[in-house]
C-alpha cells in the first residue's frame, strides 16, 4: 500500500500529477487545494491514500497528512465515495469540515457538492465520535469572507497548471464580476479552470 511519495512534479493535470519517484511516473488524482501548492520541475512529498480495486490501482494524494486522513476518514460514512470525500476537501477546509461534523452543522456539511441534507446528517452519525472535539472558539472556521490575497493564490494556481498570466487575470476579473461571495480559495479555482475550459 502507497502512502507516500516524495518525487519531482513531472506535470499538472485538472484533477491529477504525475510525479516522477526515481525514473518512474506516478498518476496521483488530487483536489484543486491540492495542485494550487504544487509547481512542475519542483520536489513535494505527497500523502498519498491507495484505492485498489478489482480493474485499477488509484492514488489520492495531499500535500497535507491532516487533508489525507481526513480523506480516508470521510469514506467511513455511509455512500461517501473519494469523489464526495475530495470534493469536500476542495469546499471546505480540514478544521471547517471537523468542527461541522463535530457541531452537528448540516448547512456547512451541505455546501459540499453531492452532499444533500440526508447525506449530511448520515455524515455527522457516523463520524462526530471520530473526529474529535470540536476547535475552541478561535480555532472555529471563518464564517465571512476571503484571504486577502485570494486573487494571487488563485492567480499562482492557474498558472501552475499551464495557463498564462493574463489568461489567468481575465478569469480573475470573471470571478470578481461574478460576485463570488465568501467562497474560499479551492473552491474558487475550481471555478476559474471551468471557466477556462470552456474558452
Known amino acids: 500500500m502507497i502512502a507516500q511519495l516524495t518525487g519531482t512534479v513531472a506535470a499538472i493535470g485538472p484533477t491529477y500529477v504525475t ?34 480495486r478489482e480493474d485499477a490501482i488509484t492514488l489520492y494524494g495531499f ?8 480523506f480516508e476518514l470521510l469514506q467511513t460514512a455511509q455512500k461517501i465515495g473519494p469523489r464526495i470525500a475530495q470534493d469536500a476537501l476542495d469546499a471546505l477546509d480540514a478544521d471547517q469540515i471537523r468542527n461541522a461534523i463535530a457541531n452537528g452543522d448540516i448547512a456547512t456539511l ?13 455524515i455527522v452519525l457516523d463520524l462526530a465520535d471520530k473526529v474529535g472535539p470540536a476547535s475552541s472558539p478561535t480555532g472555529l472556521p471563518q464564517q465571512s469572507g476571503r484571504p486577502a490575497e485570494w486573487r494571487q493564490q488563485v492567480s499562482q494556481g492557474i498558472q501552475a497548471l499551464g495557463w498564462s498570466a493574463k489568461e489567468a487575470e481575465e478569469v480573475i476579473k470573471e470571478l470578481d464580476s461574478d460576485g463570488a461571495g465568501t467562497a474560499q480559495v479551492p473552491t474558487l479555482l475550481k471555478q476559474a479552470i471551468r471557466m477556462l475550459g470552456k474558452k
Not at 510525479?19 to 513535494?44: C, E, F, I, M, R
Not at 451541505?110 to 448520515?122: D, T
Open 63 to 70: 500535500t497535507s497528512l491532516d487533508d489525507r486522513d481526513l
Open 19 to 52: 510525479v516522477d519517484v526515481g525514473g518512474v511516473g506516478y498518476a496521483v488524482h488530487a483536489g484543486a487545494n491540492t495542485l494550487a501548492n504544487l509547481a512542475v520541475g519542483h520536489d513535494y512529498v505527497l500523502h498519498v491514500s491507495t484505492r485498489v
Open 110 to 122: 451541505s455546501r459540499i457538492p453531492g452532499v444533500g441534507k440526508k447525506s449530511a446528517e448520515r
